[in-house]
């Protein structure tokens, strides 16, 4: 056994598709992401499922909060490295802040904090932003429901 020679090297097909440059920051949240799994549903105040119709990603994403503040934070993401990035970095963003502060939280917001993605990537980092005001509009629903009920 021994090296592969020069000519099976050579062998190899050629990549022909684009070529993304992830920085460090980024490749760090995709392959080490924060807040990945579920939270439980007695947990649960709010629930966030929203998907990309363009490349058909999908994101779901659970709060609890205590205090009107986003106390636990927890998505899994059925998407591209861009998306499971940005999604992690969102949940950073998020944890901690007060539901107004979060809701504030732009998609501009999450990938200045990882230093930028590629431009074609820019979108994926919509998807937790979406989801995050889904488990947030949830949590308000939630309530308001429960106000409407009390005597
Ligand atoms: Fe769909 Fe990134 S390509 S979210």
């Not at 709010?46 to 659970?62: I, R, T």
């Not at 502060?101 to 590629?118: F, W």
């Not at 937790?128 to 409407?148: F, H, R």
């Amino acid at each position: 056994m021994g090296s592969p020679s020069s000519k099976e090297k050579t062998d190899q097909p050629e990549y022909s598709g684009p070529i993304l440059y992830y920085n460090d920051t980024v490749l760090d949240h995709f392959t080490n992401p924060r807040n990945v799994g579920e939270l439980a549903e007695n947990e649960t105040d709010g629930y966030g499922l929203v998907g990309d119709p363009m490349c058909g990603d999908q994101m779901k994403l659970w709060i609890s909060i205590r205090s009107e503040r986003i106390d636990r934070i927890a998505f899994k993401s059925y998407g591209c490295p861009g998306a499971i990035a940005t999604s992690s970095m969102l949940t950073d963003l998020a944890k901690g802040r007060t539901v107004e502060e979060a809701k504030r939280i732009t998609d501009d917001d999450v990938v200045e904090a990882l230093g930028g993605i590629p431009e074609r990537k820019k979108h994926c980092s919509l998807l937790g932003v979406l989801a995050l005001q889904a488990a947030i509009k949830d949590w308000e629903t939630k309530c308001s429901l429960k106000k409407e009920s009390e005597p």
